[in-house]
T-cell receptor, first 118, second 115 residues
């Protein structure tokens, strides 16, 4: 089945630095990549949606200059948390949606990245 | 936008018994309803999904039912086993007609299977 590889699984960074998270679709073309954030014991909240080759669309309340999303190819999307602060500590998860024969398929999730900002 | 309510937040059942988790959604234009299982520190894993043109779907011990009129859908797990213990999320996709749309998730149900 479809697989999305997400790296790193865990990262600890100092406050003020930037962190990049990568998601790769291994056996399909991810026309759309979704980025979610999940705080402890809470649900997944959609942060942004990116289509290959286009600028990402951010959900209300998500700072686009802080969470930079790049989706330059059909198999790779990155999320960069810029000038990270402790309140950005969270579990970040990507989800890819591929298109086959004109129909959108299901959503394949990455394994998540636990970001801790100290 | 879409709003998904999920109940209960915690569910404890004896091994071998059935578990039912219920969700409601707000937007009648939603057309896809997946259920995910999430274990601690991992990403969500799809366990079953249903589209709006179907009322019920079953896969071995897992089934999902959808009532479009009432805008609710439920997950049924029969003959529960210890490895079913996890957090389960329902989700709904609102079809904007413009392409792939993101999912709106319920708050999750912590399912505990008592041996």
């Amino acid at each position: 089945g479809a697989v999305v590889s997400q790296h790193p699984s865990r990262v600890i960074c100092k406050s003020g630095t930037s962190v990049k998270i990568e998601c790769r679709s291994l056996d399909f073309q991810a026309t759309t990549m979704f980025w979610y954030r999940q705080f402890p014991k809470q649900s997944l909240m959609l942060m942004a949606t990116s289509n290959e080759g286009s600028k990402a669309t951010y959900e209300q309340g998500v700072e686009k200059d802080k969470f930079l999303i790049n989706h330059a190819s059909l198999t790779l999307s990155t999320l960069t948390v810029t000038s990270a602060h402790p309140e950005d500590s969270s579990f970040y998860i990507c989800s890819a949606n591929g298109r086959t024969g004109g129909h959108y398929g299901g959503y394949t999730f990455g394994s998540g990245t636990r970001l801790t900002v100290v | 936008g879409e709003n998904v309510e999920q109940h209960p937040s915690t569910l404890s059942v004896q091994e071998g018994d059935s578990a039912v988790i219920k969700c409601t959604y707000s937007d009648s234009a939603s057309n896809y309803f997946p259920w995910y299982k999430q274990e601690l520190g991992k990403g969500p894993q799809l366990i079953i999904d249903i589209r709006s043109n179907v009322g019920e779907k079953k896969d071995q011990r897992i089934a999902v039912t959808l009532n479009k009129t009432a805008k609710h859908f439920s997950l049924h797990i029969t003959e529960t086993q210890p490895e079913d213990s996890a957090v389960y999320f329902c989700a709904a996709r609102f079809d904007s007609g413009g392409g792939a749309d993101g999912l709106t998730f319920g708050k999750g149900t912590h399912l505990i299977i008592q041996p």
